[in-house]
């Protein structure tokens, strides 16, 4: 007891130190904003709609396929919500009677008119082409003319689907397009899920979807047909396979042996892979899925969540031969030979059905002997890897090590979707000021032969910039190499209002100054698991902190309309939350602390920010006043983080003996 209450002083003078001591005393100059020229296309205009009116038809094909039919009436759709004028649809059995924008694969195409290429375009790809005075909107009959419906809408009609909840429509009364177009667009990536905010793609959330051209298999809401359909590749784990009470109690053998000797079951569990019995209860669960589902994409084969490895002699035969004995993933050794045994049996089936895994805890290692057929996709996970520096060139621990396990996968495998963290994982709310590493990593993993990345979020909220960081990775995913600047430059101003260029201006600072940043002569990290204190997640001087303080009040003073308020106050919440947990600016020891976390706790709640991580939400504010938990620090307003036990204490005395020795 004593010594605990030693180390509780020790903290709590270490937090003084930090919040009282100035760092630096020399202040910042204000922040000025940049005058940003906006470009005029001053380049020759049609009009499809002039007034209200227009001599223009959709035209699709009379066999049109459903996502190209989608497609045709999206267009209806916003045109008439920018205009307020219904173009009508016609189908391509009709003989052109004037000016058309021609949708999709038509009889239109041919000799002396245009060509579509649909092989180089894929199944997203898609060319937008004026041809005379008609337009023209073709490209991969799965999605690619949809996505071209929305790039046009984008491109040259000024709409922006920025979140679920923010979508920009013009209205106007004259719509007009630059008189020559001509673009071809296909996508670096075939496999895009940007979904840091995961409800974005999901229910009914399909024009966002669309327009961020996501095609993961978390993008539920366009997974149907008519909006193309999705790219179902997804790793899967054991526990939906083989951990059931039933295998266990009639098979215990099964299950992977520990070091002291016990079989493994359940969420925390992996099966056995060099048991014969084990590998056939694969082979036959892949064949019952493709019989069933002949069209099936992809079957999820992954291992579970865990570092276990069997130990049994076998499997540890395995790992020698395959030269990963000793390191953390040995069972990658053993899941990608029954793998391949799971692969042959489906050629004999003729069943082109792919495999999902991760690279990841038990399976982080590669083998160093066999190698995996081209069905096989690897969602590659470094869990480890620091956010703050580009994964090309940091020299961090984790990340040092992860490129060096990806370096010995892709001698064995083809196919990698980088499984990637985008936000906090201990605390959603807090920073994760990625933006500086983001273009780097996606070029890195596009030179390297990836073909696509996974968001491992599931927040349902707008923290921590998440909107605008999942449109970034959107816009970067289908190309790499887009201008950074231009792409702020267009989600700021109508996203965050007049004071964008103060966000943008917090993005700069936080990412490419103060995270990562070197004390003391050591270059500081921070991965997914790094709380506010982390000194590589921000490290932040007395003079910076005055400095982003005025960022934020001059963004919200100039936020024209109350959603874009809203967005920036959301946004500066994060801020707030790491001055709290790092007892800072007004949430110092010697400022009215308690007074704020009662105000910050009450804004969280207010704006719907109240998602701390994936299964657990802040208190409410009836409980922190009954219980006075804005004594604590926002890392501590769950009870998940408290102990269930504590909600039943009576004061708050009670509640921190409970939290502590309970």
């Not at 019989?291 to 130990?311: F, V």
């Not at 207010?606 to 938990?629: A, C, K, P």
């Amino acid at each position: 007891m004593k010594k605990i209450m030693k180390y509780l002083a020790a903290a709590l003078a270490l937090l003084i130190l930090i919040g009282t001591i100035p760092v630096s005393a020399k202040a910042m100059a204000p922040f000025v904003p940049k005058e940003i020229d906006i470009a005029v296309d001053a380049a020759p205009k049609m009009s499809l709609i002039k007034d209200g009116q227009s001599e223009y038809a959709i035209v699709r094909g009379a066999d049109a396929s459903p996502s190209e039919i989608t497609a045709a009436e999206k267009l209806q759709e916003y045109m008439e919500r920018i205009s307020g004028y219904r173009l009508p649809i016609v189908t391509d059995g009709e003989s052109a009677a004037g000016k058309e924008i021609i949708v999709g694969k038509t009889n239109r195409e041919g000799a002396g008119t245009y060509a579509v290429n649909r092989e180089e375009l894929g199944d997203d790809g898609f060319i937008l082409r004026t041809v005379g005075e008609n337009i023209v909107i073709a490209g991969g009959e799965k999605r690619g003319t949809l996505y071209g419906v929305f790039d046009f809408l984008e491109k040259f009609l000024g709409c922006r689907w920025f979140s679920n909840e923010v979508i920009i429509v013009p209205e106007v009364k004259t719509v007009a397009v630059p008189a020559e177009i001509d673009e071809l667009e296909v996508p670096a990536f075939v496999y895009r899920s940007p979904q840091i905010n995961y409800n974005a793609c999901t229910g009914d959330n399909i024009d966002y979807t669309l327009a961020n051209r996501i095609t993961g298999h978390a993008a539920t809401a366009v997974a149907a047909p008519q909006y193309g359909g999705i790219v179902d590749y997804q790793p899967g784990n054991a526990a939906w396979l083989i951990m059931t009470d039933e295998l266990y109690s009639a098979h215990p053998d099964w299950f992977a042996l520990d070091e002291k000797g016990n079989r493994v079951f359940g969420e925390y569990g992996s099966p056995c892979m060099s048991n014969e019995e084990v590998v056939q209860f694969y082979i036959d669960y892949a064949l019952r899925r493709v019989a069933a589902e002949p069209d099936l994409a992809c079957i999820g084969m992954g291992l579970n969540d865990t570092a276990l490895s069997c130990q049994c002699e076998s499997c540890k035969a395995i790992y020698r031969e395959e030269g990963t004995i000793g390191k953390v993933g040995e069972s990658g050794a053993t899941l990608v030979r029954m793998l391949n045994r799971v692969s042959d049996a489906l050629d004999e089936v003729g069943a082109d059905t792919k495999f999902g895994i991760h690279a990841y805890a038990a399976s982080a290692e590669a083998p160093k002997k066999t190698k995996l057929t081209d069905r096989t996709v690897i969602f590659f996970a470094p869990i480890g890897t620091c956010y703050a520096h580009p994964f090309e060139t940091d020299t961090y621990e984790g990340t040092v090590n992860h490129r060096r396990q990806l370096e010995e996968w892709v001698k064995v495998a083809n196919n990698f979707i980088q499984f990637d963290y985008p936000c906090n994982y201990d605390h959603w709310n807090a920073p994760y000021p990625l933006w500086a590493a983001l273009q780097p990593n996606i070029q890195y993993f596009y030179e390297n032969n990836f073909i696509g990345l996974f968001n491992c979020g599931g927040a349902e909220h707008d923290t921590s910039l998440f909107n605008m960081t999942a449109w970034l990775y959107g816009k970067l995913l289908w190309d790499p190499y887009r201008d950074m600047e231009a792409l702020y430059n267009d989600f700021l101003p109508l996203y965050y209002g007049d004071g964008w260029q103060y966000v943008r201006e917090y993005i700069r600072i936080t990412s490419e100054e103060l995270t990562g940043r070197e004390v003391l002569g050591v270059t500081r990290h921070f991965d997914r698991t790094c709380g506010p204190g982390k000194t590589g997640l921000l490290s932040i001087k007395t003079a910076e902190l005055k400095y982003i303080d005025g960022l934020w009040a001059s963004a919200k003073a100039l936020a024209a309309k109350d959603w874009q308020l809203t967005n920036v106050r959301r946004a500066e919440v994060s801020y707030r939350i790491w001055k709290a947990d790092t007892f800072r600016g007004e949430f110092s020891l010697f400022s009215k602390r308690r007074a704020n976390n009662r105000q910050l706790l009450n804004d969280v709640w207010e704006l719907g920010l109240t998602q701390h991580g994936f299964d657990h939400m802040y208190v409410t504010v009836e409980e922190s006043e009954r219980l006075h938990i804005y004594n604590l620090t926002p890392r501590y307003w769950t009870w998940r983080m408290l102990g269930n036990s504590a909600r039943e204490a009576k004061n708050f005395p009670q509640l921190v003996w409970r939290w502590i020795f309970d």
